[in-house]
C-alpha cells in the first residue's frame, strides 16, 4: 500500500450504531423540550436573559435545577475538551458555546456521536443490566420532562 491509498476504516459495530441513534434522538429530543420553552422569551429579546433568569432562580426548586445544570454544563465542558484533545474531534468549543447558546442537553449529546464514531472499533457490548438501568433513567428523564412541560 503506498501513501496515497486510502486506509479502509472499519464499519461501526452495532452497539456504536446503537449508541449514536439514541445520542441523535436525546439531541433532538432535547432541542423541542427546551425551545419550545424557550420561545416564550423571545418576544422581548432585549430582556430575554434578565427574565428569563428572574424566572429560574424565583424558586428553590429552580435554583436546584439551575446549580445542578450549571456544575453539570462545566462537567461535561471539562469532559467534551479533554476528550476531543486525546480522540482528535475537531471543533469541541463549537460544542461548548453553542452548548450555552442553544442547551447543553442538545450539543452534548452531538459530541458523544463525534466521539463514539472515534473510539476504537473493538467496543465491548453493554450488560444486560446496564440496558435495563439506561432504559429505567430514559424512561424517568421522558417522564419528568412531561411532567415540567405540562
Known amino acids: 500500500m503506498n501513501s496515497t491509498e486510502d486506509v479502509a ?6 452497539t456504536s450504531r446503537v449508541l449514536c441513534g439514541c445520542y441523535a ?18 418576544g ?6 434578565t427574565d428569563f433568569v428572574a424566572d429560574v ?3 428553590p ?11 453539570l454544563f462545566l462537567s461535561a465542558s471539562i469532559f ?3 476528550e476531543a484533545r486525546r ?12 452548548g450555552l447558546l442553544i442547551a447543553i442537553s442538545v450539543t452534548f449529546p452531538l459530541f458523544l ?5 472515534r473510539i476504537d472499533r473493538t467496543g465491548s457490548p453493554l450488560r444486560a443490566v446496564d440496558v435495563a438501568g439506561l432504559v429505567a433513567v430514559a424512561a424517568a428523564s421522558v417522564a419528568l420532562t412531561v411532567w415540567i412541560l405540562a
Open 25 to 42: 434522538v436525546i439531541a433532538l429530543v432535547a432541542l423541542i423540550a427546551t425551545w419550545s420553552q424557550n420561545v416564550a422569551y423571545l
Open 9 to 14: 476504516v472499519p464499519p461501526l459495530p452495532v
Open 87 to 98: 480522540r482528535g474531534i475537531r471543533f469541541v468549543w463549537a460544542y461548548v458555546v453553542l
Open 44 to 49: 422581548r429579546p432585549a430582556n430575554f436573559l
Open 57 to 59: 432562580s424565583a424558586t
Open 61 to 71: 426548586g429552580g435554583r436546584s435545577f439551575s446549580a445542578d445544570l450549571v456544575f
Open 80 to 82: 467534551m475538551v479533554s
Open 113 to 117: 456521536i463525534a466521539r463514539e464514531v
